[in-house]
């Protein structure tokens, strides 16, 4: 029996997808002050959620095999596009620092939230592992 099962690797690919968001919203926020820069979007919610769905929208069992969850989670990545609906300022900048900081922080409380799952899952996999610490 394999210790990686589906939610384990929906864990890691969300990490995965957070950490690209986090990148891409501090690079906004780099390139603030350049002219003519434009803001990017990232977004791969949607796309999460449906690669962990069936058809009628249930959630994925967890004796799903792996190696379908693996390739459908395998073949999901973020959108990231410059965002058409941003305000541009006088220098053709399109980057709101307010905005883009509240997107840092609602990011950073993904990411947290995922690892707090992924470390209490390794730890029930341990606690077995060890037969409860016998």
């Known amino acids: 029996m394999s210790m990686i099962d589906a939610a384990t690797l929906t864990l890691e690919k969300v990490l995965d997808l957070r950490s690209r968001a986090h990148a891409t919203h501090v ?3 780099a390139n603030a002050n350049v002219a003519g820069y434009k803001a990017k979007t ?3 919610e949607a796309e999460l959620q449906r690669a962990i ?3 009628e929208g249930k959630p994925v069992p967890m004796i799903r095999k792996d190696a379908t969850v693996a390739r459908d989670l395998a ?3 973020a959108n990231i596009f410059e965002d058409g609906n941003a305000a541009m300022s006088g220098d053709g900048n399109t980057v709101n620092v307010d905005s883009e900081q ?3 922080a609602k990011n950073y409380i993904g990411y947290q939230g995922a690892v707090k ?3 209490k899952k390794m730890a029930m996999q341990k606690y077995v592992i060890t037969e409860g610490g016998r």
């Open 27 to 29: 690079s906004n926020i």
């Open 42 to 44: 990232v977004e791969f």
């Open 75 to 77: 073949s999901l990545d």
């Open 53 to 55: 769905e069936h058809a």
């Open 102 to 104: 509240a997107d840092l």
């Open 117 to 119: 799952l992924l470390n």
